[in-house]
């Protein structure tokens, strides 16, 4: 069973930057962060293969989010830059196998969630 847990949520003012961060337990899997604000379905936000060597990005957060692991210490970051009142949402690491999916319905292995609000 492989245990995720997120952190790096809070409060920013919109143009600032948050750094998430996902812990995982045991093998090193391709991870995605995923978000859902509220009244609207989860979506992909970025990825990223289990080697580190493969990404992809959403397109709404393209060029301001950068997604990088450190198998070393099994976690996963997703930094955010320039960030927008229409980012704000609960961000969730999820985990699979060796290859990214932007569906959520792939990942079998989901954190918690932490909040990431954006005041304009």
């Known amino acids: 069973q492989v245990q995720l847990l997120e952190s790096g949520g809070g409060l920013v003012q919109a143009g600032g930057s948050l750094r998430l961060s996902c812990a995982a337990s045991?093998?090193?899997?391709?991870m995605g962060w995923f978000r859902q604000a509220p009244g609207k379905e989860r979506e992909f936000v970025a990825g990223?293969?289990?080697?580190?060597?493969?990404?992809m990005y959403a397109d709404s957060v393209k060029g301001r989010f950068t997604i990088f692991r450190d198998n070393a210490k099994n976690t996963v970051f997703l930094q955010m830059s320039s960030l927008k009142s229409e980012d704000t949402a609960v961000y969730y690491c999820a985990a699979r196998g060796v290859l990214i999916s932007t569906t959520s319905a792939d990942y079998p292995y989901w954190g918690q969630g932490t909040q990431v609000t954006v005041s304009s």
């Open positions: 045991g093998f090193a899997y391709a």
């Open positions: 990223i293969s289990r080697s580190g060597g493969s990404k």
